[in-house]
């Protein structure tokens, strides 16, 4: 996916939240977005969104030092999120088909986006998810291929979302590899969250190599390449990955909220739809 | 009223929203966003937002050659709201209180603005207006000083708002001067807006000078100056209007919704209150 037009003023909405999180000096605040505003003429248009943001963070590294401001944001979510595990487990577990519930947990997980600029509200939110009709729904198609492959790659999103993650590798029922980012990027999943997330009870770990908020395949180191092209089955998580993702020439599901303007006329479904989706590439 | 670094996104997003109502060329939107991110730098924070709006608005004209980029919608906000006229007025006709009713439908029409990134429903948000609890409420000070007036200085803000000003001016009673930008800068009404909207009909019109989309005194002609330090009382409509005349030395009741958390946060009201403030200034 390339970066639209509408990206330009969210890079500037991320370059203010991100900065409000690393310091409270406002002169700073100003001189990241000052940098940020000259960069908007270097932008590549034809790159995706996720790799400007990877940008844009790093001026806010670079101006306050600080190189994981989400980190004690990241924290609380996971806790927020462990604390209603035990419920969501519960739902789905009661639940007639327990697959897509468990699918509806992951992507009402995908609404703890600091990337974005709506608040949400966690419990609110993941029972409208778990009622919402979907935009996209190759449910049949999932189901097909889940039940062909003998392990599935699993490319994490956000902190918080990745114990809604664990419910759904269990309800697989398969091995799963889970793929996080290389560096603290917004309030993306890294080692150090997947870990206090318990993801290493359910799934294999792995490091894709990506420094920016999605999964730009050419960033991500050889051995990463070399998973994703020969996976079994790989699911997407959330609009970065979609973002780096949408034109690979591999079978993808994406499951995601969208949540903005750019990535829901991308998918063709109305901003705020949950979507799961086959994306048909060719087996490398 | 200062500009904040909340407004930095906010005038990106202006630029955006502008240059697409003014061209369907992406590349010289694209330019314009580039000017605009490049101005970022030279904002003076001490002066008010609605200054640098009159850059933004500057850097789409001189890129598109388009000098009213939203000369089409706001007819057709004016035309909107003729249509809804007749039955505004027959909700004060038969209201209690004809005076609160027509300054609830004043403010209701201030929903009507293209300068906020947030959508409006005219008819559903005007009935939510009508109903809803004021986040300031100097409706007390506001009747002793329209008894003790022969004269109001009115302040305009959006077209398709004017419309509605209309219905508190005839409440009002007393003659009304109503003044309108020298130029067009979003939707803000000019004196061939106020006309179209029917304001020559209920009121004396003049045009301040501002070419910004708020009233900056500094830059009004020296006839409105005169007329704003000797007006008997002045009401001014609108977030413009208030960000160029929160701090000056004369009585000025604000009546707006409060649309922006910097707006908000500076009135000390919640986004989406709807506000009649009672500005005590020294009079000149």
């Keep these: 996916m390339k970066t639209y037009l509408e990206c330009i003023p969210c890079f500037m909405n991320q370059a203010l939240r991100a900065g409000r999180m690393a310091t409270n000096d406002d002169s700073v605040i100003k001189r990241i977005l000052d940098e940020t505003g000259d960069m908007v003429k270097h932008i590549p248009m034809d790159k995706t969104p996720a790799e400007t943001g990877r940008i844009v963070y790093n001026i806010v590294k670079k101006r306050t030092g600080v190189s994981d401001p989400y980190r004690a944001i990241k924290k609380k979510h996971i806790e927020d999120a462990k604390a209603i595990l035990p419920e969501l487990e519960k739902i789905v ?26 608040p949400f509200d966690l419990v609110k939110d993941v029972k409208r998810v778990l009622d919402q009709d979907f935009g996209i729904f190759d449910y049949r198609q999932f189901r097909k291929h889940l039940e062909q492959t003998d392990e599935i790659l699993y490319l994490g999103d956000n902190s918080g979302e990745s114990v809604f993650d664990t419910v759904l590798i269990k ?66 998580k959330g609009q970065g990955n979609y973002e780096g993702l949408s034109n690979c020439k591999r079978d993808v599901f994406f499951l995601l909220k969208a949540k903005c303007v750019v990535i829901s006329r991308h998918l063709n479904v109305e901003t705020g739809n949950i979507v799961l989706k086959h994306h048909q590439g060719i087996k490398g």
Tied chains: 1, 2.
């Design 93 to 118: 577990e009661l639940s007639d088909d327990k697959l897509l519930t468990a699918i509806r947990i992951a992507i009402a997980g995908n609404v703890i986006d600091l990337g974005i600029d709506r």
């Design 171 to 236: 309800a697989l029922g398969k091995p799963v590899i889970y793929a996080v980012r290389h560096q603290p990027i917004i309030n993306d999943v890294t080692m150090e969250d997947a870990i206090a997330s318990g993801l290493d009870q359910v799934a294999e770990l792995t490091d894709s190599g990506s420094k920016a908020p999605g999964t730009i395949l050419e960033e991500c180191t050889p051995e990463f390449r070399e998973l994703f092209y020969n996976a079994g089955m790989i699911i997407s």
